[in-house]
Structure formats: structure tokens, C-alpha cells
């Protein structure tokens, strides 16, 4: 067949030659589909900037498999494409506010038993029962920043049904700090928008398990549901993913001094801070709550406005720090009465330490604080 000789024909053809370009970093691989004969094929399945991402936290975090997603919300709904009806799973109620009714919503729906049980009470153990397929929670929890012994509710589980499933939500601890599948867990779980990216500019999920079987459910749930990461996605995450050590080691260091101060002001009765005991969770940074004293949670909104440094914006873990309510903002789809079984009122605040100078962000939230005293 002779070599077209139509420009528009030609044009389309055209492709550069790029086996040795070589390049220093990964390129973008901004495309929907790949040759037949490519271990990738479409996009929906595979595409090498996900690859890369996966590879680079299964090392983080030294799991056997990393499945990525299009937000930390599609990773949590793909573990629960796992239950089937009538099948128990029981949850820890200090979690992501959306994540709570996401388990609601799914539960009522497909006839899953929805129990919940606080996983750092020893008490509350004894909700996990042979009938249990299923545990979630986060560590440290959200709020409060109670810590769970991974371990001890793994064994629990075990004991009772082999075939349980232990569910970590690692997106606060990071694998730096943490990682929950050395201690039981069956699948850690990330929302990659936050700590992965520490920018404010992208959005991810990750499931990372130990177990082959699992990790092929993920990839399948992935494929046929759409919830594959974008490329370009992807890449960010990655290109930010080079820096999570240092974010992280400014923040642990700002968090501790934001800690120290915060709890010597009047105006703040107590700070929330995790336990890091060096073998499960090895160290922490950028989040605290704390709360108000003396009522002085009705004068939220002017503590806010007087703040110079801290966004209001819906995030977390970036470069910039951040001020939310819970009560109004990360828990906001949880009832009146939910929030008051957690404890959680409107005199919670959560700080989010970015990467400023520590005696900045002193100096702006002892502004603010001494306002409400006016």
C-alpha cells in the first residue's frame, strides 16, 4: 500500500520518535487508550502514571499490592464492594463524617447489619462477634485523635471469624507513621488528596493489601465501575509524593510546638493530640483539635475572621494551614444526635499546620484568641 499523500491524512499519522528520549522523570501519559498489544490497553484499566503511583506507596508503605482511585471516597466504597446482604460490619463511630453515611446509605440499601463500636475502649470490643465480616476505622480517629490498637482488634476478629476483614483508614497517620497492615490489618486505606498531595491541588484514593485475591477485587471493582485515578491525576500525586518526607518533618515539628502553646492559652480548656507509642504509630504532624473554654465556641465565626494565616477552605495537610469546625464542616452529614453520641460539639476546633513559621501561626491565633475575650 503506497504512503498517503493527503495532508490531513499525513498530520493525523504523524508521531515522533521517542524510544530514546530518555527522560528524567515519568512523563504524562494523558491518553485514553494504548495499542492492543499493550500490558495497559485503556485507561479505565491501567495507565503507566498510575502504575507509578501505586508502586511508590506499596514501597512507603511495604505492602504486596497498591490499587489507586479516583478519591479516598472511591477507595472506601470499593472495600465495601466486598460485603455482600445480611453480612455484618461494625465501625468506629470517631470517623470521616461522609464516611459514616457512606456506611449508612450502603447498608441500608444491600440489607448489611451496621453496628458500631468505639475500637479504643476495651469494652467496646466485644461488638466484634463471629458474625462480624467486616471492621473500619481510622487511627488516629477523627475527631479527637484517639489511637486503636490495630493488633489487638485484628486478633479479636480472627479468633472469632477467620475470615474477617480489618479495614484501616491510615490517611492521617501516612505510611510514614504508620503501617496497619504489619499489625492485622487486611487492607490500609488512603485518602490521597491530602498528605499525597499536600497542595490542595489534586485529588486520589489508594487501597493497599497483602493479599492477591483482594487486590484483584479492587483492580476488577476499579475497571467495571469507572473509579480508575486520572493520568495527569496521577502524575501530580506522584511528582508531590517526592516531598511527603520533608512536608511531613516540618509539620511533625510545627504540630508539636502548636500543641505546647496552645495548651498554656486561657481561652482553650483541652488539646487533642494522639499517642504515638514508637511501634504502631511512630510519629505525628499536621492536625490537632482543641476546644473552647467558657462558651466561647459561640463566637467561632469572629475567631475565624480575626485569623490572617489559617484558610477556611475544605482540606487539610497542604502547604498552608487550614481552621474547621467539625461540628459544621467535616461531620456536617451526621445528625444532631450522632454527633452528640461522639461527643462532639460546636466547641471543637481543627488546626491543620502547613509548612509557616511556627511563631507566625502563634502569633495569629493569640490575635484571634484574645478577640473573644473582648
Not at 514508637?278 to 473554654?293: A, D, N, P, R, V
Not at 459561640?298 to 461540628?327: D, E, H, R, W
Request: aromatic share 10%; with cysteine.
Amino acid at each position: 500500500m503506497e504512503n498517503p499523500t493527503n495532508p490531513v491524512t499525513k498530520a493525523l499519522h504523524a508521531r515522533v520518535d521517542d524510544k530514546n528520549a530518555n527522560p528524567a522523570v515519568t512523563p504524562l501519559y494523558q491518553c485514553s487508550a494504548f495499542e492492543a498489544d499493550s500490558p495497559f490497553f485503556y485507561t479505565r484499566k491501567d495507565n503507566p502514571n498510575v502504575a507509578e503511583l501505586e508502586e511508590t506507596v506499596r514501597i512507603l508503605e511495604d505492602a504486596n499490592f497498591a490499587v489507586a482511585s479516583a478519591c479516598g471516597m472511591a477507595a472506601i466504597s470499593m472495600t465495601l464492594e466486598l460485603l455482600k446482604p445480611g453480612e455484618t460490619l461494625v465501625v468506629d463511630p470517631y470517623i470521616y463524617g461522609c464516611s459514616y453515611r457512606l456506611f449508612q446509605r450502603i447498608s441500608e440499601r444491600l440489607g448489611i447489619q451496621l453496628k458500631t463500636a468505639d475500637f479504643s475502649s476495651e469494652k467496646d470490643l466485644e461488638q466484634i462477634t463471629a458474625e462480624t465480616r467486616m471492621i473500619f476505622f481510622e487511627t488516629p480517629t477523627n475527631p479527637f485523635l484517639k489511637t486503636v490498637d490495630i493488633k489487638k482488634v485484628s486478633e479479636r476478629l480472627k479468633s472469632l471469624n477467620p475470615d474477617g476483614l480489618v479495614v484501616v483508614d491510615n490517611t492521617w497517620a501516612t505510611p510514614l507513621f504508620q503501617h496497619p497492615l504489619k499489625h492485622g490489618a487486611d487492607v490500609s486505606l488512603h485518602s490521597g488528596t491530602k498528605y499525597f498531595s499536600g497542595h490542595s491541588d489534586v485529588m486520589s484514593g489508594m487501597t493497599l493489601t497483602n493479599r492477591e485475591d483482594l487486590a484483584q477485587d479492587f483492580r476488577d471493582t476499579r475497571f467495571y465501575g469507572g473509579a480508575i485515578l486520572a493520568p495527569h491525576s496521577a502524575w501530580l500525586t506522584r511528582r508531590s509524593l517526592q516531598t511527603l518526607n520533608l512536608r511531613l518533618e516540618k509539620q511533625q515539628q510545627v504540630t508539636k510546638e502548636m500543641r505546647d502553646f496552645l495548651r498554656e492559652q486561657p481561652q482553650v480548656t483541652k488539646v487533642y493530640y494522639p499517642n504515638v507509642d514508637g511501634k504502631q504509630l511512630t510519629g505525628y504532624g499536621g492536625i490537632l483539635f482543641f476546644e473552647f473554654s467558657n462558651n466561647l465556641d459561640k463566637y467561632y465565626q469572629k475567631f475565624i475572621q480575626s485569623l490572617k494565616l489559617f484558610n477556611t477552605g475544605t482540606g487539610m495537610a497542604c502547604v498552608t494551614s487550614m481552621v474547621a469546625q467539625p461540628f459544621s464542616g467535616s461531620h456536617a452529614s451526621m445528625t444532631c444526635e450522632e454527633k452528640e453520641q461522639i461527643g462532639l460539639g460546636e466547641n471543637l476546633v481543627r488546626l491543620c499546620f502547613g509548612l509557616e513559621n511556627p511563631e507566625d501561626l502563634k502569633n495569629d491565633l493569640t490575635k484571634a484568641l484574645r478577640t473573644l475575650e473582648s
